[in-house]
């Protein structure tokens, strides 16, 4: 009997909503011989197959990731930033220049959490940002792209959001009129459907709307 080959995962924004489930669903899998996590401040919990690297976004280059697969869950908003130009370089500069340095040391996957409607000529600033960042990731090289686009995100957050709490309630409430592509989504869902897709060996670039994220 052989052993499959050893693989490294790599996650960004692993205290979120998305990624602390990611990060769950890669230690309680065996596909990955180690998880290995890029954050400012401590997770709550540990395990063997966990590395956490305590990390400064804004002074990459000295970063040695020596990772596989790569998963970008880094997202924040506009008023947790401060600015539209803080949250530009967290939602598109951190992870475009993770993916520099992640390709540069061997990494040949990456999965990303973008949004709804990203698109790099759209009118929103969000949206517009979201597909800057999609565009520039497939320009990068990657055998395989992955790119995850969920309506609102479902589930319990550490931190307040007002404008999602009532997005949620109205989603919950109207959820039977809701196209599906439209619902919102439970974060497990996209978790889950991160960790599946990168295990199928796809290559080339794969947009996964939020109803497709539905079915994981």
């Known amino acids: 009997m052989t052993s499959s080959p050893s693989k490294v995962a790599l996650v960004l924004g692993a205290t979120g909503l998305v990624g602390d489930q990611l990060t769950h669903r890669l230690i309680d899998s065996m596909e990955y011989d180690k998880v290995k996590v890029l954050t400012r401040r401590p997770l709550s919990w540990q395990h063997p197959r966990l590395q956490e690297i305590s990390f400064d976004f804004d002074h990459p280059n000295g970063l040695l990731t020596?990772?596989?697969?790569?998963?970008?869950?880094?997202?924040?908003?506009?008023?947790?930033?401060?600015?539209?130009?803080?949250?530009?370089?967290?939602?598109?500069?951190?992870p475009l220049d993770i993916a520099r340095l992640g390709l540069e040391q061997g990494a040949r996957q990456f999965a990303l959490v973008s949004s709804m409607g990203a698109d790099s000529t759209s009118s929103f600033f969000y949206n517009r940002v979201k597909g800057d960042l999609e565009r520039d990731l497939a320009a990068l090289g990657y055998r395989a792209l992955l790119i995850f686009r969920p309506s609102l995100l479902l589930g319990n957050r550490g931190e307040f959001r007002l404008g999602e709490r009532i997005g949620a309630g109205f989603m919950r409430l109207m959820a039977p009129l809701i196209p599906a592509r439209y619902k919102g989504i439970e974060a497990a869902k996209v978790a889950n459907a991160m960790f599946r897709t990168a295990q199928e060996g796809l290559t080339g670039k794969h947009v996964f709307e939020s109803d497709v994220l539905q079915r994981y």
Not at 67 to 80: E, R, S, V
């Open 66 to 94: 020596q990772a596989d697969d790569i998963f970008c869950c880094l997202g924040t908003t506009i008023k947790k930033a401060g600015s539209k130009d803080a949250f530009r370089k967290v939602d598109y500069q951190y």
